[in-house]
Structures are given as structure tokens and as C-alpha cells.
């Protein structure tokens, strides 16, 4: 039987939702979301005698989201004929969910000019002129994370110290003009054979209730700790999940389509049903999965001054626990590479980007840089 060298497919490796080739939950698209304004609180321009003082204070704000979306990639590796195929899944991993950073600051900025009288040598037309030299010029600027200080605020009120992963998960940067992402967030590297052939993922936020407060003894405790720059929790946490399962529909190569699938462990068969891409392309089928569950679980920690954590906690989705679930619509997309490829050729989910543009004044974000725009301008994933 000809063979199907190990190809590599996905949407991008490593894998990233911030990646426009992520694939939106929804066939109305994902945020590409970058969004910059910024103005002036205070300017002067005063001159002194022989000095000019220029003073600056300026305010920016930068918000960027990316998802719901899901990222992907595996490796096949088997064998087909006339009529059927069978290949193996590997190194398959998984990630989705939303993300969401809001940076703000502030800019100072001072310069000093100093005149300087300058004879200017012309003939009749000699005269004295004035030159500003630049003694000095510098700039102070303050960032501030807004989605850091509104969960602290949050937490603050639940009486919920330095939890802040247990509202949203705090992941690496999707943008480098934020000081810190968070999110809805889960990945899951090797869970096809585990997830009974299908790859899913489950992010989630949820909000701690912190039982130390209402019970005697413990809420000492807890008041003791926070003198330390620490604390206590211990008691429910309740939230909401969206989770996202992705399916494998067909594979097209050869010159035929591959499908009526079956999934035994790591391996998927299939059958020959009609024509599909030739060459050395293959294309894989799937369809992605959206839903909404329910979380419930129960947790503890102890921490003192912020350098030392102990603790634990379990969730569970309630519906799923249940059996039960609540599926927002299965939507297809595909997958492309070349025979033998170690690299990611593409996906096609006929995405492409939308811009809109709000209000003026501000800066807008194309192809990654800031330019001068007529608004702050939204980029959106759409299917077509």
C-alpha cells in the first residue's frame, strides 16, 4: 500500500490563538482586536529670559483581544489504497479560548533650550542672531495594567487576596504593547487517543467565595495573614466554561476523499467515497464544536508575604458531570499541507480580516505597525 509520509497540519507551530490563522468558535469570526488612542492632560512653552522650557504630560491607552478561538496541530503517518486509508494521530495539541489585555500610562516630558547669541558674518546684511541649543531633553513614562488592578479591586471586595488566576488565567503576552494578557484559557497537548478521538479543550473563569471570612477562628487566622502581606482561602468557586470540541470529518488526498471515519485509539480508517485533492497536497476535514457549561469546585490556600503559597483546588463542568451539554452549533473547517511536511502550509476556515473604524482622533494597527489613521480601528476575523 502507498504510504502517507508523517505530515505535520494545524493552524500555526507553535500553536497561538493570536495567530490569524487560529480558528474562530463562531463562523462570524474572532477578535483580532487592537485599539491604541491617546491625547494631552497638560502642555507649556514658557521662555525665561534666556531659557525655554517646554513641559508634556500625555495619557495612552491600548486595548487588545484576541477569540474565541481555538489553535491547533498533529502529525499523520499511515498508509492507503484504491479504497481506504488508515493513518495514525501524534504529537496533537490544542489550545482555545479569549483573550483580553488593557494597558494605560502616563508621559511626562521636559525639555530645556538655551539661547545663544551668534554674530552672523554677511556683508551689509551682518547681524546678531539668536540659536536655541537643547540642554536638556527627557521623558518619564508610567504603565499602569488595567485588567491586573480591576481584579485586585474585584477580589479585594470577595475579600480574596492574591488570587487573581482563580477570576481569569494570566497568560504570556499577545501583544507587545500590553504589560500582561489574561484570559479564558486551557491547552491540551496529547489528548487525542485520551479524548476518544476528538481533540477539546475547556477554558474558564470563575469567582472564589472565601468561607475564612464567615468562620470563627479561621477569620482570625486570615486577619493575622494579611498583616503578613498574605492570607487564607478556603471555601467554593463558581464559574463558567466554554468549552470547544474539534472533530476529524475526511482526508483528501490522492485524488480521492476519505471518509466515513472511524477512531480507534491514536488510529483513524476510513473509505474511499469519491474524488479529492491530487498531488502532494493532502486536506483534512474537521469540525469545530462551541458549547457553555458550568463550573463548580472547592479550594484552599494559605500565603505569606506574597514569596510562599500552599494550596490546591478541584473543578469539575457541572453539565458534563451530568452528561448532559449545551453545544452553540458544529461548524466545519479544513486543514492543508504538503505529503511529508514538517512545517504548517496553511488553514483555510475562509477567514479574513475587517476593519472598522470607530471615532476619530487616534493610531491605527495594520499588518502589526501603528500609523496614522481617522480612527481606532477594530481588527475583526470574519468568514466569508
Request: aromatic letters at 8%; charged letters at 15%.
Amino acid at each position: 500500500m502507498p504510504s502517507v509520509p508523517k505530515t505535520l497540519l494545524g493552524t500555526s507551530k507553535p500553536i497561538s490563538l493570536s495567530h490569524p490563522r487560529s480558528v474562530p468558535y463562531f463562523p462570524a469570526g474572532a477578535a483580532r482586536l487592537g485599539v491604541q488612542s491617546d491625547g494631552s492632560i497638560f502642555s507649556a512653552n514658557p521662555t525665561v529670559l534666556a531659557w525655554n522650557l517646554s513641559v508634556g504630560v500625555n495619557w495612552f491607552v491600548f486595548l487588545g483581544m484576541v477569540g474565541p478561538a481555538i489553535a491547533l496541530s498533529f502529525q499523520i503517518e499511515g498508509s492507503h489504497d484504491a479504497t481506504s486509508i488508515e493513518v495514525e494521530v501524534s504529537d496533537d495539541e490544542i489550545e482555545g479560548g479569549f483573550l483580553l489585555g488593557f494597558t494605560a500610562g502616563v508621559s511626562v516630558g521636559l525639555s530645556i533650550k538655551q539661547a545663544e547669541l551668534k554674530w552672523v558674518s554677511d556683508g551689509w546684511n551682518s547681524h546678531v542672531e539668536t540659536v536655541w541649543n537643547t540642554a536638556l531633553n527627557t521623558s518619564l513614562n508610567i504603565q499602569f495594567d488595567l485588567i491586573d488592578i480591576i481584579l485586585s479591586l474585584v477580589l479585594k471586595l470577595l475579600g480574596e487576596h492574591g488570587k487573581t488566576n482563580t477570576i481569569l488565567h494570566k497568560v504570556d503576552n499577545f501583544n507587545s504593547q500590553l504589560l500582561a494578557s489574561y484570559g479564558l484559557f486551557d491547552s491540551v497537548s496529547g489528548g487525542f487517543e485520551q479524548g476518544a478521538g476528538k481533540l477539546s479543550v475547556s477554558p474558564s473563569f470563575s469567582l472564589p467565595v472565601n468561607l475564612a471570612h464567615y468562620i470563627p477562628g479561621l477569620a482570625q487566622i486570615n486577619t493575622s495573614l494579611e498583616a503578613m502581606m498574605g492570607g487564607f482561602f478556603v471555601g467554593p468557586t463558581i464559574g463558567v466554561a466554554l468549552p470547544a470540541t474539534v472533530h476529524f470529518t475526511e482526508i483528501q488526498m490522492a485524488g480521492k476523499t476519505f471518509s466515513n471515519l472511524k477512531i480507534n485509539g491514536s488510529k483513524i480508517t476510513g473509505t474511499a467515497t469519491g474524488p479529492g485533492v491530487a498531488g502532494l497536497d493532502i486536506q483534512v476535514g474537521m469540525t469545530r464544536t462551541p458549547g457553555l457549561d458550568f463550573t463548580l469546585g472547592f479550594g484552599t490556600t494559605i500565603s505569606v508575604l506574597k514569596l510562599f503559597s500552599l494550596g490546591g483546588n478541584i473543578s469539575v463542568n457541572v453539565l458534563a458531570l451530568l452528561g448532559l451539554s449545551i453545544n452553540l452549533g458544529t461548524f466545519p473547517f479544513t486543514l492543508k499541507s504538503t505529503l511529508g511536511s514538517d512545517s504548517i502550509l496553511g488553514a483555510d476556515s475562509s477567514f479574513r480580516l475587517a476593519e472598522v473604524i470607530l471615532e476619530e482622533p487616534a493610531r491605527v494597527l495594520r499588518d502589526g505597525r501603528w500609523g496614522a489613521g481617522q480612527g481606532q480601528a477594530l481588527r475583526l476575523g470574519k468568514t466569508q
